[in-house]
């Protein structure tokens, strides 16, 4: 059921009042929360009705330079994690031998190099904004890994290279190294793109 138009107006005002500058995503989470039957269209005319009312000014976020957004550490922690989880695994290959004390060491990196990583990343470049998050994230995550996986054991099969070690670990990395990079150029195109809301 859509939200009274008075009660919804009233609450955002409130909002921003409150907190100041904030993203239209926030917001929308912030009301969403109020009003569970808000709907993206609901949202859109509360914010047309605000702004002709002169209650909020929508301005676009500068857009900054890429070098600047990849120094946030703490925004694409998910990008360099995956990057070293990605280069561990593939080292770990290499550097630890079969009959080593350190294999568990091999298996751990090399079962969330497999099973998790390449869907982790796909989830990222298909979400930039970090919708959905936890649980929901996590099994996603682990079951769009293991499609890429089916997917890249069918792409080497059928390649003259064979189903070995080092083609299987080449294809995996040169994969996920290349859907974090969407990823983040995802994520830095939506934060250009975000509107935010000042009142």
Known sequence: ???????????????????????????????????????????????????????????????????????????????????????????????VPADSPFLIIRWVLGLLFVIFLPGFVAVQALYPTGQPRGIDRLALSVGVSLVLDIFAGLVINFASWGLTLVPILCVLTALTICLALLGLARQFRALRASTRLRS
Do not use: H
């Open 1 to 95: 059921m859509a939200p009274e138009t008075a009660d919804l107006d009233a609450v955002a005002a409130a909002y921003l009042q409150k907190s100041g500058a904030t993203t239209g995503e926030k917001l929308y989470e912030k009301l969403r929360t109020k009003f569970p039957g808000l709907t993206e269209d609901d949202f859109a005319g509360l914010v047309e009705r605000l702004a002709a009312q002169d209650q909020v000014d929508l301005y676009e976020r500068p857009a900054g330079a890429f070098t600047a957004f990849l120094g946030g550490w703490e925004r694409n922690w998910w990008f360099f994690l995956s990057i070293i989880l990605c280069a561990s695994a593939a080292l770990t290959v290499y550097i």
